[in-house]
Each structure stands twice: as structure tokens, then as C-alpha cells.
């Protein structure tokens, strides 16, 4: 069969609210042209994030009603340990709100307080931007450490996600005692959702060893990562994508994971130790901020929701369907002679904003022209993710169409084809922003933008 279908039914459903044209000039003016000011009401296809916004399955549905609430040692958190203990083989769980909650006492544990970080340096395959913002909270400066074709959007490659291991190594020969830890984004979202190989890991696991550092995996997706290993690497095709999941973890010494992605829960995360004094040390911190080590400020009930909706992101009939429909959206826009990051992403098509606006040029956003004019065109709302996002540390200028897990049909991505296509046809006519207002830090979130007026034709 050549069309794999949605391996579920709708059961419940959210009415999406029609909106013009002209009402949605108006939002975006009043949203200063950002994006993630627009009320999602005023959005029809919500492709900013795949983080929080899945469908939950009805089994999870009856899992937060199974859910239990207490301070300490509710039966909803074995639950969740349990599953999380089975998939990773990690024992050292702890949960909390989100990624990067998680990531936030990662650094606080391994790094330290205050300024601890000065004079450091933490390697990334590409460091997630909430990563490297916590990583930089503490004065410690972040590396992106990927190979060329990884920053090369044109090209095919299985894994363009892989971290450089000659570089990994030239820098831990460098400057070892600066390095406090080493770090693996799966798959890495900065750059496309692309996948990151088990032998890349290995690789990195076998310089940590050498070099007596602590290896992390940023595991957000780490069962789309798993899924690609065995459609793509030599010699995985035959396995449980549970048991490719399952070596990922085996090679690293803990993991920070936002399970808002391959969790497929709208709240929840978890961060986990091999090492039981590191865990130690991170429980006492953690109530500080979290909340007690048995509920990371989280209810019972979403522990529950977490602990079904990880067993069920390592279905194949689900990962099949998810990263097909991904690769569906990419292909229709391949074909219009859209430039994407090749190949498709997991859970994104990354559009190349470069390619696509070829006219403006990096300093004038053309990823946010392109992410406003989707909006205005359709009420697609997607993301940027090139200099407004990563400012100096960008290595292409993407717009993100992130696609929710199990939450639009195959006619939703049809029309965001059919609104694509159609600012191409005008893509001439976009005009460059500025930043009229901003943060130093994560100012994607909040910055105020204004289109540049296009000068009058001289004749
Ligand atoms: N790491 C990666 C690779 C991520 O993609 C994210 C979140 C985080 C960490 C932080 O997790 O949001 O639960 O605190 N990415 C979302 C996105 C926000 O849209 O890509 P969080």
C-alpha cells in the first residue's frame, strides 16, 4: 500500500475559527509582527511549535482520570518511573515542567551557581536556543559542533544531525578542563529535525570516555531520532525501534527531555542521571524551584499522561504515520520547487527563507518575511528559526512549519501547500523587517518588528 493512514480515529475535536484576509493584516500590525504575540484564536493552522500542541490518545485521556494527587510517592509517579526506567534503562528519574526546566538544573548541577560557567564551554551537536540560553545564564559560552553537510540545507544526507567527532576532538585536546559536559541534540531541531546516527553517538560516547567527560543527550525526540536509525543506518532495519531508543540512552550518562515532544503530553519533562549523586544534588535543587522529586511541578495526572503517551511514540504504526506525513509536506514543496532543508525533517519542514527571498538579505529577516506573509496569505503561523532567533549563532534563515503530533489531517497540510505556493508565486514583493524593539536573549519571543518599506522604483 502506498498511502499510510492515521493510525487513529478523531474522537474529540477543536473548531477552528475562519478568519480573512483582512482581519488578519490588522492582527499581524497590532502583533508588531511577531508571531507569537497572535492569539492562537486568530490562527487557523497552528504550525509554530510541535511542543505541548499533540492530540492525547484516549488512553491517555483515561490515564489523567487515573491520575493521583500527593506530595510525595503518588502511584501516578511509579507509573511514570516505571515507564521511563523501561525505555531508557536510566534509574535515576526526575520529573519536571518542561525541557528546559530540566535543562536549567542540568546547568546548575554541573556547572554550578551564579557565574560558574565563565571561562567554560559546552559542545552541542546544535544547542536548542533554550538550551544554549541556559547554558550562557551562567556565564559559560556554547559551541555548535556540526559536521559541513549539516549546514548545508541543499543536500541529501541520512544524518545530517551528527555531531563532528574531529571536531569534538580537536576541542576536548584544546581546552578538556573547560569542557564541563558534552551534549547531543536527537534529532537536532536547530537544523532541520535531522537525525542524529547511533554510530555518530558511539563516536561521541568513545571521546567522552577518553577525555573523561560526561555525555547528555538533549532527547526531546528521541523516538523519531530512533525511527530514522533503523529506516536509514546499515544493519538497524530489523529492530524494535524500542531497542534502538533503548542503546541511544545506554550510551549517555543522563538525558534532558522536553515531553511535550516524543512525550506527546501538553505539559511535562524529565531529566535523568545514571549517576546517583548527581541525582542527589539535583533532587535537593529541583525542590527548590519544582516542586518534591515524586511530582517536579507537575500534577499526579500528567505524570500519567506522560508515562502512556512514551510507551505509545514507540508504536512503528505511529512513527511510520508521523514521520511520513512530515516527509509529505516536504515532498509536495520539493516538487513546486520549494528549497527545504533536505531531507524532511521528523517533526518539521524547515522552508529555506534564503532561497526563497533571495532579494532580502540576511540583516533584514528574511525568515520572519516569509513566516508574516503565511500568516497574512492563509493564518498558517510558523516560525522562524535563522537571525531573528539565533542571531550571530544562525547557520541558515529557515522558516519552521512545525507539525503537531496527531493533530491535523492530511487536508490542513494540503492548504498550507496550497498557501505556500501561492506567496511564492509573489515572492518578489516581500519586503525585509526590523527589529524596532528587543531583548538581548530570546528575543524571537518578544521582539517588535516593522516591514522596511521597499524604495520607490527610480526610472
Ligand atoms: N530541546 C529541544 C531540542 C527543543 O526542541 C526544546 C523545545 C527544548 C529543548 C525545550 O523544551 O519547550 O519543554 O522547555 N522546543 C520547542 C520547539 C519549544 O518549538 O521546538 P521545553
Request: proline share 5%; hydrophobic share 40%.
Given at each position: 500500500?502506498?498511502?499510510?493512514?492515521?493510525?487513529?480515529?478523531?474522537?474529540?475535536?477543536?473548531?477552528?475559527?475562519?478568519?480573512?484576509?483582512?482581519?488578519?493584516?490588522?492582527?499581524?500590525?497590532?502583533?508588531?509582527?511577531?508571531?507569537?504575540?497572535?492569539?492562537?484564536?486568530?490562527?487557523?493552522?497552528?504550525?509554530?511549535?510541535?511542543?505541548?500542541?499533540?492530540?492525547?490518545?484516549?488512553?491517555?485521556?483515561?490515564?489523567?482520570?487515573?491520575?493521583?494527587?500527593?506530595?510525595?510517592?503518588?502511584?501516578?509517579?511509579?507509573?511514570?518511573?516505571?515507564?521511563?526506567?523501561?525505555?531508557?534503562?536510566?534509574?535515576?528519574?526526575?520529573?519536571?515542567?518542561?525541557?528546559?526546566?530540566?535543562?536549567?538544573?542540568?546547568?546548575?548541577?554541573?556547572?554550578?551557581?551564579?557565574?560558574?560557567?565563565?571561562?567554560?564551554?559546552v559542545p552541542n551537536n546544535a544547542h536548542f536556543?533554550?538550551t544554549r540560553?541556559?547554558?550562557?545564564?551562567?556565564?559559560?559560552?556554547t559551541i555548535d559542533l556540526l559536521t559541513p553537510e549539516g549546514q548545508?540545507?541543499?543536500?541529501?544526507?541520512?544524518f545530517k544531525g551528527n555531531m563532528d567527532l574531529?571536531a569534538l576532538?580537536?576541542l576536548?585536546?584544546?581546552?578538556?578542563?573547560?569542557?564541563?559536559?558534552v551534549m547531543v541534540t536527537v534529532t537536532c531541531n536547530s537544523i532541520g529535525g535531522q537525525p542524529v546516527s547511533?554510530?555518530n553517538i558511539?563516536g561521541v560516547?568513545?571521546i567522552?570516555?577518553?577525555?573523561?567527560?560526561?555525555f547528555f543527550l538533549d532527547a526531546?525526540r528521541?523516538?523519531?531520532n530512533?525511527?530514522?536509525?533503523?529506516?536509514?543506518?546499515?544493519?538497524?532495519?530489523?529492530?524494535?525501534?524500542?531497542?534502538?531508543?533503548?542503546?541511544?540512552?545506554?550510551?549517555?550518562?543522563?538525558?534532558?527531555?522536553?515531553?511535550?515532544?516524543?512525550?506527546?503530553?501538553?505539559?511535562?519533562?524529565?531529566?535523568?542521571?545514571?549517576?546517583?549523586?548527581?541525582?542527589?544534588?539535583?533532587?535537593?535543587?529541583?525542590?527548590?524551584?519544582?516542586?518534591?522529586?515524586?511530582?517536579?511541578?507537575?500534577?499526579?495526572?500528567?505524570?500519567?499522561?506522560?508515562?502512556?503517551?512514551?510507551?505509545?511514540?514507540?508504536?512503528?504504526?505511529?512513527?511510520?504515520?508521523?514521520?511520513?506525513?512530515?516527509?509529505?509536506?516536504?515532498?509536495?514543496?520539493?516538487?513546486?520547487?520549494?528549497?527545504?532543508?533536505?531531507?524532511?525533517?521528523?517533526?518539521?519542514?524547515?522552508?529555506?527563507?534564503?532561497?526563497?527571498?533571495?532579494?532580502?538579505?540576511?540583516?533584514?529577516?528574511?525568515?520572519?518575511?516569509?513566516?508574516?506573509?503565511?500568516?497574512?496569505?492563509?493564518?498558517?503561523?510558523?516560525?522562524?528559526?535563522?537571525?531573528?532567533?539565533?542571531?550571530?549563532?544562525?547557520h541558515?534563515?529557515?522558516?519552521?512549519?512545525?507539525?503537531?503530533?496527531?493533530?491535523?489531517?492530511?487536508?490542513?497540510?494540503?492548504?498550507?501547500?496550497?498557501?505556500?505556493?501561492?506567496?511564492?508565486?509573489?515572492?518578489?514583493?516581500?519586503?525585509?523587517?526590523?527589529?524596532?524593539?528587543?531583548?538581548?536573549?530570546?528575543?524571537?519571543?518578544?521582539?517588535?518588528?516593522?516591514?522596511?518599506?521597499?524604495?520607490?522604483?527610480?526610472?
Amino acid at each position: 500500500m502506498k498511502t499510510i493512514i492515521e493510525p487513529f480515529r478523531i474522537k474529540s475535536v477543536e473548531p477552528i475559527r475562519m478568519s480573512t484576509h483582512d482581519e488578519r493584516v490588522v492582527c499581524l500590525k497590532e502583533a508588531h509582527y511577531n508571531l507569537f504575540a497572535i492569539p492562537s484564536q486568530d490562527v487557523m493552522i497552528d504550525l509554530l511549535t510541535d511542543s505541548g500542541t499533540g492530540a492525547m490518545s484516549s488512553e491517555q485521556w483515561a490515564a489523567i482520570m487515573r491520575g493521583d494527587e500527593s506530595y510525595a510517592g503518588a502511584p501516578s509517579w511509579f507509573r511514570f518511573r516505571d515507564v521511563m526506567v523501561d525505555i531508557t534503562g536510566i534509574e535515576n528519574v526526575l520529573p519536571t515542567h518542561q525541557g528546559r526546566a530540566s535543562e536549567r538544573l542540568l546547568v546548575e548541577v554541573m556547572i554550578g551557581h551564579g557565574n560558574a560557567g565563565i571561562g567554560k564551554i559546552v559542545p552541542n551537536n546544535a544547542h536548542f536556543d533554550t538550551t544554549r540560553a541556559n547554558i550562557e545564564h551562567s556565564g559559560c559560552t556554547t559551541i555548535d559542533l556540526l559536521t559541513p553537510e549539516g549546514q548545508d540545507p541543499s543536500t541529501d544526507a541520512p544524518f545530517k544531525g551528527n555531531m563532528d567527532l574531529g571536531a569534538l576532538e580537536a576541542l576536548l585536546s584544546e581546552r578538556a578542563d573547560d569542557v564541563p559536559f558534552v551534549m547531543v541534540t536527537v534529532t537536532c531541531n536547530s537544523i532541520g529535525g535531522q537525525p542524529v546516527s547511533l554510530e555518530n553517538i558511539k563516536g561521541v560516547r568513545a571521546i567522552c570516555d577518553r577525555f573523561n567527560k560526561p555525555f547528555f543527550l538533549d532527547a526531546c525526540r528521541f523516538a523519531e531520532n530512533a525511527w530514522f536509525i533503523k529506516q536509514r543506518e546499515a544493519g538497524q532495519g530489523d529492530r524494535p525501534v524500542e531497542d534502538i531508543a533503548r542503546e541511544m540512552f545506554d550510551l549517555c550518562d543522563g538525558a534532558t527531555i522536553s515531553a511535550k515532544k516524543d512525550g506527546i503530553v501538553n505539559i511535562g519533562g524529565v531529566l535523568l542521571f545514571r549517576d546517583k549523586t548527581l541525582f542527589d544534588a539535583t533532587s535537593n535543587l529541583l525542590i527548590l524551584t519544582e516542586g518534591y522529586m515524586t511530582y517536579g511541578g507537575l500534577a499526579g495526572r500528567d505524570l500519567d499522561a506522560m508515562a502512556v503517551g512514551f510507551r505509545e511514540v514507540l508504536r512503528e504504526d505511529y512513527l511510520r504515520y508521523r514521520i511520513r506525513s512530515t516527509e509529505y509536506l516536504g515532498e509536495k514543496l520539493l516538487e513546486a520547487g520549494i528549497e527545504i532543508v533536505r531531507p524532511a525533517g521528523g517533526h518539521a519542514i524547515y522552508i529555506d527563507a534564503a532561497a526563497f527571498c533571495p532579494h532580502i538579505p540576511s540583516h533584514e529577516f528574511p525568515g520572519q518575511a516569509l513566516a508574516c506573509a503565511l500568516y497574512e496569505e492563509g493564518g498558517i503561523r510558523s516560525c522562524e528559526i535563522g537571525s531573528v532567533m539565533m542571531g550571530e549563532h544562525a547557520h541558515m534563515e529557515l522558516v519552521r512549519l512545525a507539525i503537531p503530533r496527531r493533530t491535523y489531517t492530511q487536508s490542513h497540510i494540503d492548504y498550507v501547500i496550497e498557501i505556500i505556493l501561492e506567496v511564492h508565486k509573489r515572492a518578489s514583493s516581500l519586503v525585509g523587517y526590523r527589529i524596532t524593539e528587543g531583548p538581548e536573549a530570546l528575543r524571537h519571543f518578544t521582539a517588535k518588528f516593522e516591514p522596511i518599506k521597499q524604495a520607490a522604483p527610480t526610472c
